[in-house]
């Protein structure tokens, strides 16, 4: 049963992105050439501007899903119920801030582009854009909590999978109908209006909570931990648009979120891989089982490694063949960046290396002992991009985000290994050798195999061979350093 409760939510999160990929790229796709760099990079802008309200969450919700961990293994739904309580209480109130929110950002954004974009034209975006931020504060986060706390996460992303279908599908014809980017982005807003509605409905049939519970004190332990965590993790993700927008051109911040475009959905399958392992790790750690913990921790760090070594030294070959015949037909900017593009690349891997680590802290509730080390990768992150930014242009923001994503992996990982997993300095070096050299024989080899493409059709062509040749040398590789995990993989591509 708990093997096929992983299974379920390592494979729905999984094709979930796989579609969100797909799909991410018609949509965007549409936009540059129905309206343009600059509507693009407006668009882009403002969802990172409206995500900075995400600011106020101050970490609650990682907070919320480790108190749950618990209670759910108990089957406490007293405890349950106050959690879901106070979570519902304080996103809410986040939901009224985001209004007022919204309403400052219509008066001032405009004045922030100032460019040839009226002032009802970048206000009423603002509007449509922001619709389904809602949704989320007033009832679609604490639910998506409590059902990932409690290994199912595979509803809620089975509903998402199908509200970005259904969106794609709709905007794909209303931009055929030439309607407006306003009209397009206010049916996506609906859309995602709707979907956490279906989720708030089958929570309250499936789950005995009593959302009016009175309780004596605050249920959720550590509420305020998280913050540091939570602001860490928004700067190295959305602050890079922020400066561009504000110190560059909406021009860059385009170039950036096509290249953004691809890495982050190779990053979300990353990070597909860890949603059944971190709730099961969660339950593992609340039960104080720490062989098991050790054992399950091991297997998903190199697995983690292995994926992200081989899926990102892939991209950095493949990403500006495709970036060329994605943006063909788009003159207006100059999309082809080869060293941001490596850069960048080589940066959010770092990123997704750090996920066991990340994973491992947050599923013990270190909260507190380790705010002041995201803290400093957030200031790092932030100072370093708005310097090179103005030395380098975007290949300098690129270089902010390598900086700290590099100081991030290197702390979160001796800590994991001192303070939680109680591993030695020896494995730690054993997976880095191992990353480096998978990273550079899968990006140079691949490289000489990798010619110049004219469609997508050639282009996934080269694809194919490229990922049939890099994991040919990830498997080499890894027989030789980690022959008891790779024996596994093997026996079960066979068994199936």
Known sequence: MQNRILFYNSISPLV???????????????????????????????????????FLELGIGAVVKSSLYKPLANEDYTSISEIICSADKFFRKLGYLLLVYVIVMVIV????????????FTASLILAISVRSFAQYFFGIVNRLLLVADQKAYIQYNAQSLAVLLNTLACFLLIKMHCSVQSVYGMTSL??????????????EKYKINRRISYIGEPIKQKWNGIAQHISALVLDSSDIIIITIFSTLGDVSIYSIYMLVIKGIKQLCLSMINGIQALIGRIWAQKDLDTLKQVFCWAEWTIHTFTVLIFSLTAVLIIPFIEIFTFSISDVDYIQPKFAVLLVIANSLYCLSLPYLMMILAAGHYKQTQNKFIFSAAVNVLVSIFCLREFGLVGIAMGTFVAMAYQVIWMWKYTYNNLINLSLKHCIKQVMVDIIGFSMIYFVCNF????????????LIAIKTTIIGIAISAAINYIFYKQFILVVFRKIYKY
């Open 191 to 204: 859309i995602f209006f709707i979907q956490p509605l279906l989720i708030h409905l089958y929570v309250r």
């Open 449 to 460: 195999f990798c010619s110049e493409t004219a469609n997508y059709f050639e282009w996934a």
């Open 109 to 120: 954004y405009p004045a922030i582009v100032n460019q040839r974009f009226s002032f009802w």
């Open 16 to 54: 979930f992105q796989i579609i969100t990929i797909i799909c991410g790229f018609i949509l965007p796709k549409l936009i540059l050439t129905s309206f343009g760099s600059e509507v693009n990079g407006l668009v882009n802008s403002i969802s990172q501007f409206l995500g900075v309200i995400a």
